[in-house]
């Protein structure tokens, strides 16, 4: 790519968006345009289309998605499933119609068959099996995007990468207790414990072993993805966790220890995973931060944030 290529990032609000817009433009990238729900309802076709061939891009990042952890994607399957194939659908299609010269999406790990066929899971078992049920209907909807890329390569000559990504966290992600993935649930629940002086309660019983990789981290290997290769590619910091692992971390980053409650009658979602990234470092991408640096960010962005919140709320009751 170059400097001057206009470069359409969807999903720009988001976790993985707002961090490719961010590394865009901090390395000199002149053309970024940052779309998130403001500029375009990506579940309606015609307005996709319309859009993406008015910006007539010439790469495309694809980071939009309906999101969820486990409870939020076993609670909320036919949604999930049909939002984010239509997503997909309309911005990969509108992709070529705008004839971009390459378009890079964002997949997830949860693609690929459990049981694992074997690990480290290795790009080329994805469609080996069936996914997890507690996330069946994202992953299939993620599949078929998989599905449409190879097929428009086929069809249309498209040049495209698919990212499958490990488990993610950071600034901008989706802070939900109930619906959102591991790390930024964590990171509510201590950030309200700490206010209410109450313990933390945590599903599961910590024995899940997961890669996790911070956002800034996922966006230099997407660009680098981007650049350098094609088809489906696995990223991950290469380190695994188990969740105790993380809630420690964070625990001791909120001075919460020995305030941590594990209920085990929740769900821990798949037992192991991991992946191969022999793929990825061929790029020569390294991972910039640490498990400890990567969730002392994010809990210093979520804590300012909720601050600023708090302090946006006792102006608007002193104006009235």
């Known amino acids: 790519m170059h400097k001057q290529n206009k ?3 969807t999903g720009a609000k988001g976790l993985v968006g707002s961090a490719m817009v961010a590394l865009l433009q901090q390395q000199g990238y002149e053309n970024v345009v940052a779309a998130g729900r403001d500029s375009c309802d990506l579940t309606n076709q015609v307005q996709t289309l319309d859009f993406i061939q008015s910006q007539n891009p010439d790469y495309l990042f694809h980071s939009a ?9 076993m609670c909320n399957k036919a949604l999930s499933f049909y939002d984010n194939a239509m997503i997909n659908i309309n911005v990969v299609h509108g992709a070529h119609l705008a004839k971009v010269k ?66 993610l966290f950071g600034p901008n992600d989706k802070f939900d207790t ?9 990171i509510k629940k201590c ?11 945590v599903w599961g019983d910590g024995s899940a072993q997961r890669d996790f990789l911070y956002v800034k981290d996922t966006s230099s290997a997407a660009l680098a993805i981007m650049e350098h290769l094609s088809g489906p590619v696995n ?21 919460l220890q020995g305030r941590i409650i594990w209920d085990a009658s929740k769900p821990n979602g798949q037992a192991f995973r991991s992946y191969d990234l022999s ?26 944030q909720q601050v600023q919140h708090g302090q946006r709320h006792e102006a608007h009751e002193e104006i009235c």
């Open 191 to 201: 950030y309200d414990a700490k206010q209410s002086g109450s313990p933390i309660t």
């Open 102 to 167: 390459k378009i890079t999406v964002m997949g997830t790990g949860c693609v690929y068959p459990y049981p694992s066929p074997n690990l480290p899971l290795k790009e080329d078992m994805i469609f080996d099996g069936r996914p997890h049920e507690s996330e069946n209907s994202y992953a299939q909807a993620k599949r078929a995007m998989l599905a449409m890329c190879e097929a428009y390569e086929e069809s249309y000559n498209m040049d495209w990468a698919y990212v499958v990504s490990c488990n």
């Open 279 to 304: 793929k990825l470092t061929t790029t020569g991408f390294k991972p910039a931060y640490n498990m400890r640096q990567g969730l002392q960010e994010t809990w210093d962005w979520y804590c300012q």
């Open 7 to 9: 470069i359409v990032v």
């Open 235 to 255: 990223i991950g910091s290469g380190t695994i966790y188990s969740i105790r692992d993380i809630v420690d971390i964070l625990a001791d980053i909120a001075g």
């Open 178 to 186: 109930e619906f959102g993935h591991v790390i930024p649930s964590l």
């Open 65 to 73: 998605a309906r999101v969820y952890g486990i409870m939020g994607n």
